[in-house]
């Protein structure tokens, strides 16, 4: 294909050419010391956009193995926990808990709506023998495109020991995140949303308190063993052999992030989400997550009554080569999401919504065309100069 594919899925992202480029430097032995080098040098970074002083380590997965691995190093089978789920994302931490034979008390939230502070509050401070032993909780809801209060939730635990395990794989880089002052326990992201790079490494940040757990976690584990990972990392290596070029690839998209700052990456994620909702809201279609609580990283649009969501995206990738993501579980066909996290930019947005347009003016549904297009420029002309 030489055709320019404009892919705004909430993962796998586009990747900048620069990172694309350090890929493809030769391999190295990664029990050597340019691996050393670099494995420090990326752990620092990722700290970084972590705002963390916890150890953070590098798993060779998805997002996922690294969610595999908040629950199988920190909890017990027989261990209860409280899983706080708003989509998708929610009921697959939940499953991998109950998987390893947690007890899993699960809130499930409307679909669209965020999960609520109190519930965490309530249920905890009635626990006065400290039954709970951890809250899972998604950061960034990529199935319906909405964020939890991360922070709220942190404090509503009060000063109940449960642990904080967060599914941050579409939050961190993306949205803020203050691992260490929002007291965050274990925080797991994935390479190929907010970093920029193409799939193939979890990060998993491990606080103290979660170091304590792991000392009597009885859970079965062994490749994804972080009490391993963390002997190896001191010693500048990864337990098993690591994909080498995401290691190269994420040195250089780290960089990104510092030269830019993590201000300028979250003030710049809330223009594109406010561009892209602006857009779609004028075309007359209807979001599923409110403006308050909405994503930085993704807009889920429900399909408009008669039209199946999937012909939208077939139509779209067909016709212009826009690649957004369906809808997902109960949403399958019902909804499209459009991500825009990462290597985006604001005139990719008018793209979008540009070839939506025209998508469900061919669909039957009776849009004016550039009607949705303008609202979003409008937002680009009013908001010039902030980045
Ligand atoms: C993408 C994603 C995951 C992990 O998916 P993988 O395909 O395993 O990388 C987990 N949670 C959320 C919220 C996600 O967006």
Redesign the pocket.
């Known amino acids: 294909m030489y055709e320019k594919e404009y892919l705004m899925l909430?993962?796998p992202t586009p990747v900048p050419p620069r990172v694309l480029r350090a890929m493809s430097e030769p391999l190295v032995n990664h029990r050597g010391p340019s691996f050393k080098k670099l494995i420090e040098e990326v752990t620092e970074g990722i700290q970084y956009v972590y705002q963390t002083k916890n150890d953070v380590l590098t798993l060779p997965s998805?997002?996922?193995g690294g969610?595999e691995a908040a629950i199988v190093n920190f909890l017990s089978p027989g261990d209860k926990v409280l899983a706080l789920s708003i989509g998708a994302?929610g009921e697959r931490f939940a499953t991998i808990a109950r998987n390893y034979g947690c007890i899993v008390e699960q809130i499930d939230y409307e679909w669209g709506t965020a999960a609520n502070p109190d519930d965490v509050r309530t249920r905890l401070s009635a626990d006065t023998k400290g039954e709970y032993k951890a809250v899972l909780v998604?950061h960034?809801?990529?199935s319906t495109g909405v964020a939890n209060d991360l922070k709220a939730i942190s404090e509503a635990r009060g000063n109940h020991p449960a642990l904080l395990l967060v599914?941050s794989?579409?939050g961190l880089g993306v949205m803020d995140a203050k691992t260490d002052d929002w007291q965050l326990d274990v925080v797991v992201t994935?390479a190929?949303?907010g970093f920029m790079i193409p799939?193939g490494v979890a990060f998993v940040s491990v606080s103290p308190r979660a170091w304590k757990a792991y000392e009597s976690s009885k859970a079965p584990k062994f490749y994804w063993d972080l009490g391993t990972a963390k002997k190896y990392l001191e010693k500048g290596q990864t337990s098993w052999t690591p994909p080498i070029p995401q290691y190269t690839a994420l040195k250089e998209a780290l960089k990104i992030f510092r030269d830019k700052g993590m201000d300028y990456i979250f003030t710049k994620q809330l223009y594109l989400r406010d561009i892209t909702r602006a857009g779609v809201k004028a075309m007359g279609l209807k979001l599923v997550a409110a403006d308050e609580v909405a994503s930085a990283a993704v807009t889920a649009v429900w399909a408009p009554e008669g039209i199946e969501g999937k012909l939208i995206n077939k139509k779209m990738r067909e016709e212009y080569n826009v690649v957004v993501a369906g809808g997902q579980k109960k949403m399958e066909n019902k909804a499209f999401r459009i991500g825009h996290l990462g290597y985006v930019q604001h005139v990719d947005m008018l793209v979008v919504i540009a070839a939506l347009e025209m998508c469900l003016l061919d669909l039957g549904y009776p849009v004016e065309l550039g009607k949705g297009v303008k609202a979003a420029q409008e937002v680009i002309m009013s908001r010039k100069g902030i980045l």
Request: cysteine-free; overall charge negative; aromatic content about 6%.
């Open positions: 909430p993962g998805s997002g996922t969610l994302f998604t960034n809801e990529t599914d794989v579409s994935a190929q949303k799939p």
